[in-house]
């Protein structure tokens, strides 16, 4: 009997590991199936969200678009997303506030809200984010195959433009929005 039950719990393991392989989708592969045709993945990162991807689109080359993805176990969902800009930009610093979780309602737990956009200036080292009547906090800048991103996920949301400022090593004002 104990033969038949290790039989059996083995064979069990061994058609979940293979579901589970064959259900694996990418980032890539849930954009492709919302019609979504990515050329490349510039930049992804983690929040409690879900998983924020850069990427660029194949009929928009050299452009830079923000979307927002879901994962459950090994399974990827496009939630929503948005276009940003396109890297032949000619100023300093471009800027975008774009509401892509599941829901834009501010206030709403599934919402998130993004600041980013594109640096082109390369003094630029640093790009501040402040909300009004708030103390400004660092954005993340990520080199990219097309060039420099930022991004601040927003701790709150807000229907004002945010100032932001893009700052030299000195902590210099080179370009800024709103100050």
């Given at each position: ?7 059996v ?7 979940l ?9 990418t980032?890539?592969?849930a954009?492709n ?11 992804k990162?983690?929040?409690d969200?879900?998983?924020?991807v ?24 496009w939630?929503?997303g948005?276009?940003?800009d ?9 800027w975008?506030l ?6 834009n309602e ?7 809200q ?6 082109t ?7 501040t ?21 930022w ?8 229907n004002?433009?945010p100032?932001i400022?893009?700052l ?5 004002i ?6």
């Amino acid at each position: 009997m104990r033969k038949k039950e290790t039989l059996v719990v083995g064979i069990l393991i061994i058609v979940l590991i293979l579901l589970e392989t064959f259900s694996k989708n990418t980032i890539t592969d849930a954009m492709n199936d919302a019609n979504i045709h990515v050329h490349q993945i510039l930049h992804k990162v983690d929040c409690d969200k879900g998983t924020l991807v850069f990427y660029e689109l194949e009929e928009h080359p050299n452009g830079c678009n923000i979307g927002l993805l879901e994962k459950s176990l090994n399974k990827y969902k496009w939630v929503n997303g948005a276009v940003v800009d396109d890297f032949s930009e000619e100023e300093d610093l471009t800027w975008c506030l774009s509401g892509i979780g599941k829901s834009n309602e501010i206030g709403n737990p599934d919402a998130l809200q993004v600041a980013h956009g594109i640096v082109t200036n390369d003094n630029i080292v640093e790009v501040t984010v402040a909300l009004k009547d708030e103390e400004a906090k660092s954005a993340e800048i990520v080199d990219t195959d097309l060039g420099r991103i930022w991004y601040f996920l927003m701790e709150k949301e807000t229907n004002h433009r945010p100032d932001i400022a893009g700052l030299d090593s000195d902590g210099e004002i080179v370009y800024g929005i709103g100050l």
